[in-house]
Each structure stands twice: as structure tokens, then as C-alpha cells.
């Protein structure tokens, strides 16, 4: 008599026991990787652990200033607005260092309003400025200023914003040539400015003779300044001059010294990229990137309406 057909339940429990060799080796294999990797393993999840959290969104602070500003905030797309309340930041007859031809309100200026303007960008707020936060963050440093009497105002700026927290038998002011140095003594910091209008060597050098109508720019002399600026902490560039210059600049191939110059005429956006490669790349040279920082400030070519006749 054959044997009963097994019940589905007996079935079920027969094909788990057909397979039991498959998952016997499956385990046998799971317990001989962990045996034999079980130490890379472990550092792989461990690195997984470790791994640093996704970068939150923060503020950032600006140089020389109190106070914060969301991260990617353009600074340069805004307007100006009237701020009677913090504006001026200093007095012109509180400071000693401004150029007679530039003191406006000692030379009979009438109106004051100039002074209560103040930069707000579109998509932020900028830090109030703070003298004694800067002061503390140029300590042991050399800033310098180095271009014609558009940075030379800016400079001069920067000095009468700081003079009045600094006693008087701690800071000092010298003219050296084309280079003038304001030194804040207890914080061993120096503000400098030096006069380059062009960069480039150019027969506008002279610190005080320099309102020449045929101005002359020598190509690839820029070390004949730039040796003068190394070591600065931090370099503030500016060329206003080349767009004073006319359509056509004079560009001298040679030396000033040369019995027969080699002069020739190209346009001045030409000469002008020529000056500003020659920066970049003594920038690059002699620049550490990871001590220095360099600015650079320019303005646009003055626009005005001729009318033919």
C-alpha cells in the first residue's frame, strides 16, 4: 500500500528542509567575511560615522567691522541713503592730515550734506564700522594704499577714521619719496600709502610733479614700484588716472634713460589691459595668498555729451 500524500503543512515543512543547505552555506560565507574583513569594515562605517554634518547656512563677518551679513549678500548692488544719525564718521577739523586743497568746509564749502550718505545694499545691512575692531585687526600688519590721488583721498580717509583713538606720542605720519607711512606705535601697524598713478613706471612718478598734459607709460615696469610693495598684509590697487588719459596712451618700449626713446601711440584700453596683466602678475609672484589680501578699486571713464557743430 503506498504511503498517504503528506499534508501541506508536512509539504511546506519538507521544501524548507531541502533548502536549509543553500542557507547553511549563505551563513557559513556571512561568518567567514566578517572574520577575515571584519576590520575594514569596521573603519568603513566608522568613516560613515565620522563624516562631517551637511554645512549649515551661516553669517559671516566682514573685515574691520562689527556686526554681521548674510553670506553672499551683494555688496555692490544697493544705493546710497542719508544717515543723520551715525554720519560723518569724523570731522574734517578733527583731522590733521587732510590736504589744504582738499578741505572743503575750511575753504568756505556752504552746505554739509555730502557727509550723511551711506552705502545700503539691496539684499543686506553692512556692518557699522569700528575703529578700535580694525585697529586690533591691523596690529603687528602693514596696509598700503598704492595708486594716484584717488586712493591717496582714501587713504587719507582711513588714517583721520583711526588718529583719534591712537594718543599723540603714539602715531606719526612721515613722507618718504613717493611713499608716506602712518604708524600706530602700541599695535606696531602702519597705513601707507604709495604713489604709482599708473602702476607701471611712467614720467608721472614724481609724488608732487606730476600734472603732466604727455603722459608716458613704460610697458613691463612694474617691479620698478612693486618692490616697494612687498611684505604688505594688505595691498589696495587703483587706476583712475588711465581714463584721464585720452583715446590714445603713449607707451614707452625701453628706458626713460635712453638717449632715443622708442615710443609708440595705442589705444588706452589697450595699454590699460597691459597695465592690468602686469599687476596680476606680480600679484601672483610675490603675493602670499594665504597672509596678503588684495583689493582693488577702480572707477568709470567720465562720460560727457559733444555737441557737433
Not at 555688496?75 to 546710497?80: A, E, I, K, Q, T
Not at 608716458?216 to 589696495?236: F, M
Request: include cysteine; aromatic fraction near 12%; glycine fraction near 6%.
Amino acid at each position: 500500500m503506498k504511503p498517504p500524500f503528506p499534508s501541506s503543512s508536512s509539504s511546506y515543512v519538507l521544501r524548507k528542509a531541502r533548502l536549509s543547505p543553500y542557507l547553511f552555506t549563505l551563513l557559513v560565507f556571512i561568518v567567514f567575511v566578517t572574520i577575515l574583513y571584519g576590520e575594514d569594515i569596521g573603519c568603513i562605517f566608522g568613516q560613515i560615522d565620522a563624516l562631517p554634518p551637511r554645512p549649515i547656512r551661516t553669517t559671516r563677518k566682514l573685515p574691520f567691522a562689527i556686526g554681521r551679513t548674510p553670506e553672499g549678500c551683494d555688496v555692490f548692488s544697493g544705493r546710497w541713503v542719508r544717515d543723520e544719525a551715525n554720519r560723518p564718521l569724523y570731522e574734517e577739523s578733527e583731522c590733521p592730515y587732510i590736504q589744504p586743497q582738499l578741505t572743503c568746509q575750511e575753504h568756505g564749502r556752504p552746505e554739509k550734506d555730502y557727509q550723511y550718505w551711506r552705502w545700503q545694499p539691496h539684499g543686506c545691512d553692512l556692518p557699522s564700522f569700528n575703529a578700535t575692531l580694525m585697529l586690533e585687526t591691523l596690529r603687528g600688519k602693514r596696509m598700503m594704499f598704492v595708486g594716484d590721488s584717488l586712493n591717496r583721498g582714501q587713504y587719507v580717509s582711513m588714517v583721520c577714521l583711526l588718529h583719534r583713538l591712537i594718543p599723540e606720542n603714539a602715531k606719526s605720519m612721515e613722507t618718504f619719496d613717493s611713499l608716506t607711512v602712518f604708524t600706530a606705535k602700541d599695535y606696531n601697524a602702519t597705513i601707507e600709502f604709495y604713489w604709482a598713478p599708473f602702476l607701471l613706471e611712467s614720467n608721472s612718478d614724481n609724488a608732487v610733479v606730476h600734472r603732466i598734459s604727455d603722459r608716458i607709460v613704460r610697458k613691463g615696469s612694474i617691479n620698478k614700484h612693486g618692490r616697494n610693495w612687498k611684505g604688505v598684509d594688505i595691498l589696495v590697487f587703483n587706476t583712475y588716472l588711465w581714463w584721464m588719459t585720452g583715446l590714445k596712451m603713449k607707451i614707452l618700449k625701453g628706458s626713460f634713460d635712453d638717449e632715443e626713446k622708442e615710443i609708440v601711440e595705442i589705444p588706452t584700453e589697450d595699454a590699460y589691459r597691459m597695465a592690468m596683466k602686469s599687476m596680476l602678475r606680480w600679484v601672483k609672484l610675490n603675493m602670499d595668498r594665504k597672509k596678503t589680501r588684495v583689493f582693488f578699486t577702480s572707477m568709470s571713464p567720465s562720460h560727457g555729451n559733444l555737441v557737433g557743430a
